[in-house]
């Protein structure tokens, strides 16, 4: 959390992971390399370029999918919460995997006549009648240019500068960025392969994004079937509220709302983080804190309010214990007002 610009700060995780994530790069293009070259028909060779233009191209198709299941498999287990960590990273990455595939193209298809490479890209395929022939490689360029915006905006500076809503809506671009990719690989390599591992490929990191988020999705709509009692919104058991971690509620109407358990105290606060929108209720509670799994942005459980020198501020909400059960108002107060915690074994 910083409340001015600062270089990107690499801890020793970080370090741990990015090393990791290299070494898997790396392993992955040898692997895809060697693998194409030993599993070529006799009498068949490859080119060196067209197999890495092959092997980063499929490598980019795998991590978007990826952080595109981030979200929902976080929602779904804490082991993932390392990703979700460090996303950005990996969008970054995945850009610049997508920029090498796109430069071999351009170089490969399009590099050794008169015409600018970029004009040839545009007008040596006019047929968008065509299914089959179809120009797929513009697809691959617009998002190509999608992952480009995202990966220019990743910094906080943008953030703070177009504003936690329009930056949000710009990075939803990523699923745009997605289903294009989805038609380029679709009307491209598997037009041209012979192998059907291309399309169970493909199959499999479509259907895989869209089950989760279809999954995740569903219980999210469920957790908006809650019991009220005088319009106070059932939470859960004191005992079924693991300490220092929040259970989550989704209003009939409003925003959801967190519920935190530190200790003997019960509160609750909005669920979006005024950084980037992220879960609150998916972080949990450290030196007293609300801390944000996205970025470590932090609340105080007890105002809502960012621990100085900070001014973030969010809404808190009413809680009381009856009969050992947590309910909460579904009414916020405003950002930043003080709420008392309710108190376990209390009387309520």
Same mark, same amino acid.
């Not at 801890?11 to 070259?37: C, N, Q, S």
């Not at 869209?210 to 058991?237: C, I, Q, S, Y």
């Given at each position: 959390?910083?409340?001015?610009?600062?270089?990107?700060?690499?801890?020793?995780?970080?370090?741990?992971?990015?090393?990791? #994530?290299?070494?898997?790069?790396?392993?992955?293009?040898?692997?895809?390399?060697?693998?194409?070259?030993?599993?070529?028909?006799?009498?068949?060779?490859?080119?060196?370029?067209?197999? !890495?233009?092959?092997?980063?191209?499929?490598?980019?198709?795998?991590?978007?999918?990826?952080?595109?299941?981030?979200?929902?498999?976080?929602? #779904?287990?804490?082991?993932?919460?390392?990703?979700?960590?460090?996303?950005?990273?990996?969008?970054?990455?995945?850009?610049?995997?997508?920029?090498?595939?796109?430069?071999?193209?351009?170089?490969?298809?399009?590099?050794?006549?008169?015409?600018?490479?970029?004009?040839?890209?545009?007008?040596?395929?006019?047929?968008?009648?065509?299914?089959?022939?179809?120009?797929?490689?513009?697809?691959?360029? &617009?998002?190509?240019?999608? #992952?480009?915006?995202?990966?220019?905006?990743?910094?906080?500076?943008?953030?703070?500068?177009?504003?936690?809503?329009?930056?949000?809506?710009?990075?939803?671009?990523?699923?745009?960025?997605?289903?294009?990719?989805?038609?380029?690989?679709?009307?491209?390599?598997?037009?041209?392969?012979?192998?059907?591992?291309?399309?169970?490929?493909?199959?499999? /990191?479509?259907?895989?994004?869209?089950?989760?988020?279809?999954?995740?999705? #569903?219980?999210?709509?469920?957790?908006?079937?809650?019991?009220?009692?005088?319009?106070?919104?059932? !939470?859960?058991? !004191?005992?079924?509220?693991?300490?220092?971690?929040?259970?989550?509620?989704?209003?009939?109407?409003?925003?959801?709302?967190?519920?935190?358990?530190?200790?003997?105290?019960?509160?609750?606060?909005?669920?979006?983080?005024?950084?980037? /929108?992220?879960?609150?209720?998916?972080?949990?509670?450290?030196? &007293?804190?609300?801390?944000?799994?996205?970025? &470590?942005?932090?609340?105080?459980?007890?105002?809502?309010?960012?621990?100085?020198?900070?001014?973030?501020?969010?809404?808190?909400?009413?809680?009381?214990?009856?009969?050992?059960? !947590?309910?909460?108002?579904?009414?916020?107060?405003?950002?930043?007002?003080?709420?008392?915690?309710?108190?376990?074994?209390?009387?309520?």
């Amino acid at each position: 959390m910083s409340h001015d610009y600062k270089a990107v700060q690499w801890t020793p995780f970080k370090k741990r992971f990015d090393l990791w #994530m290299l070494a898997g790069i790396i392993l992955y293009l040898i692997g895809f390399i060697v693998v194409g070259e030993v599993t070529q028909p006799p009498g068949e060779s490859i080119h060196p370029v067209q197999a !890495v233009m092959r092997a980063t191209g499929t490598l980019a198709f795998l991590l978007l999918t990826f952080i595109l299941c981030i979200g929902p498999l976080a929602r #779904m287990t804490d082991r993932f919460k390392p990703f979700l960590y460090n996303r950005r990273h990996l969008g970054v990455t995945t850009f610049l995997i997508g920029l090498i595939h796109a430069a071999l193209v351009m170089m490969w298809y399009h590099g050794f006549s008169e015409t600018n490479p970029f004009v040839s890209l545009f007008i040596s395929n006019p047929r968008y009648e065509s299914l089959s022939g179809f120009p797929f490689e513009v697809l691959g360029f &617009g998002a190509l240019l999608i #992952m480009f915006l995202m990966a220019a905006t990743s910094h906080d500076f943008w953030n703070a500068n177009l504003g936690p809503g329009v930056w949000k809506a710009l990075h939803m671009g990523v699923y745009v960025a997605y289903a294009l990719l989805i038609a380029h690989v679709a009307l491209g390599a598997i037009q041209f392969e012979k192998s059907p591992a291309y399309v169970g490929l493909l199959v499999a /990191g479509a259907t895989s994004v869209f089950a989760l988020h279809v999954g995740t999705g #569903m219980m999210t709509l469920r957790g908006r079937d809650r019991p009220e009692t005088d319009g106070w919104l059932k !939470v859960a058991n !004191v005992t079924d509220m693991e300490d220092a971690r929040a259970k989550i509620v989704r209003p009939a109407k409003g925003e959801a709302i967190a519920i935190f358990r530190d200790g003997d105290k019960v509160s609750a606060v909005s669920n979006v983080c005024r950084h980037q /929108g992220g879960p609150l209720g998916e972080g949990r509670i450290v030196d &007293g804190c609300i801390t944000c799994p996205w970025h &470590g942005f932090q609340y105080r459980m007890e105002d809502g309010q960012s621990p100085p020198p900070f001014t973030e501020k969010i809404a808190t909400y009413a809680t009381r214990i009856i009969d050992g059960v !947590v309910y909460v108002n579904p009414e916020p107060n405003v950002p930043g007002t003080p709420q008392t915690p309710s108190q376990i074994g209390a009387t309520s």
